[in-house]
């Protein structure tokens, strides 16, 4: 039996990079689940839909999951929006998703938006950037799904929403009212409703987001070097992991699965 009666993962470099598995995500995965583990995946990739993040695990690792085991910062970012709330998107399809689902409005036209909501979008425009500037200038609120300023691929580190983030804060002299996605509350608090009794275990490779994460909430963590983090050297000491492994795959014999 597992030690950990609830483990929460990190998709992007812990579960798969980009379209490749992670060695052994799939079979550590149906072994936790086997276990009786209460199995979630908490990421801050607000791009697609949920259950887009379901079939994904399923195509690439093999593990069928469900919705409701996964939070994203789409989400979270939605969650602190007002019902009917009018919200430009500048994001992917997870944020419209999540933003319609909450019982926000998405807007047409950046001069209608109360909100503006942005997140990493795979097929960002300057013109989606522009509207999303102009709207922010007008006075709307700027809610970032996160902050990260890359996400982990094969081929290396790419932009990720904090990048945009950046050119928004530069264009406009605004930081976000509210970062929505790990390690912050909106998320965290979207974690722990879904939690079952006992431990959490929080599983991941970046530090201020996974790690910082769990600490905040008092919950344990895994760093995995197999993403952002390939040195624990380079962790900083406020971030220090309960546990350090190698890969996804030594999860196992870690805590007992």
């Given at each position: 039996?597992?030690?950990y009666?609830?483990?929460?993962?990190?998709?992007d470099?812990?579960?798969?990079?980009?379209?490749?598995?992670?060695?052994?995500?799939?079979?550590?995965?149906?072994?936790?689940?086997?276990?009786?583990?209460?199995?979630?995946f908490?990421?801050?990739?607000a791009?697609?839909?949920?259950?887009?993040?379901?079939?994904?695990i399923?195509?690439i690792?093999?593990?069928?999951?469900?919705?409701?085991?996964?939070?994203?910062?789409?989400?979270?970012a939605?969650s602190?929006?007002?019902?009917?709330e009018?919200?430009?998107?500048?994001?992917?399809?997870?944020?419209?998703e999540?933003?319609?689902?909450?019982?926000?409005?998405l807007?047409?036209?950046?001069?209608?938006?109360?909100?503006?909501?942005?997140?990493?979008d795979?097929?960002?425009?300057?013109?989606r950037?522009?509207?999303?500037?102009l709207?922010?200038?007008?006075?709307a609120?700027f809610?970032?799904?996160?902050d990260d300023?890359?996400?982990?691929?094969?081929?290396?580190l790419?932009?990720?929403a904090?990048?945009?983030i950046?050119?928004?804060?530069?264009a406009?002299?605004?930081?976000?009212?509210?970062?929505?996605g790990?390690?912050?509350r909106p998320?965290?608090t979207?974690i722990?409703?879904?939690?079952?009794?006992?431990?959490?275990?929080?599983i991941?490779?970046?530090?201020?987001?996974?790690?910082?994460?769990?600490?905040?909430?008092?919950?344990d963590?895994?760093?995995?070097?197999?993403?952002?983090?390939?040195?624990?050297?380079?962790?900083?000491?406020?971030?220090?992991?309960t546990?350090?492994?190698?890969?996804?795959?030594?999860?196992?014999?870690?805590?007992?699965?």
């Amino acid at each position: 039996m597992s030690t950990y009666a609830n483990l929460v993962f990190d998709l992007d470099g812990v579960v798969y990079l980009d379209g490749i598995e992670v060695f052994g995500a799939g079979a550590t995965l149906a072994a936790a689940s086997e276990a009786g583990c209460n199995v979630l995946f908490a990421t801050n990739n607000a791009s697609r839909p949920r259950a887009d993040f379901v079939a994904r695990i399923a195509d690439i690792t093999g593990y069928h999951a469900t919705v409701d085991q996964v939070v994203s910062s789409a989400m979270a970012a939605a969650s602190v929006l007002r019902t009917d709330e009018c919200v430009l998107a500048v994001a992917g399809p997870g944020v419209s998703e999540a933003i319609i689902d909450g019982g926000a409005r998405l807007a047409t036209d950046w001069h209608e938006a109360e909100t503006v909501v942005v997140g990493l979008d795979l097929e960002m425009t300057y013109q989606r950037l522009r509207d999303a500037a102009l709207a922010i200038r007008n006075g709307a609120r700027f809610i970032a799904t996160n902050d990260d300023s890359t996400f982990p691929a094969p081929d290396g580190l790419w932009p990720g929403a904090g990048s945009s983030i950046s050119f928004l804060t530069a264009a406009t002299d605004r930081l976000p009212d509210v970062v929505a996605g790990k390690p912050n509350r909106p998320i965290r608090t979207l974690i722990a409703g879904l939690l079952d009794d006992g431990p959490t275990l929080v599983i991941g490779d970046r530090p201020e987001t996974d790690l910082a994460t769990g600490q905040a909430e008092g919950w344990d963590t895994v760093l995995v070097l197999t993403g952002v983090t390939s040195d624990p050297k380079d962790v900083p000491d406020e971030y220090t992991p309960t546990y350090v492994i190698p890969s996804i795959s030594n999860l196992g014999d870690l805590i007992g699965l």
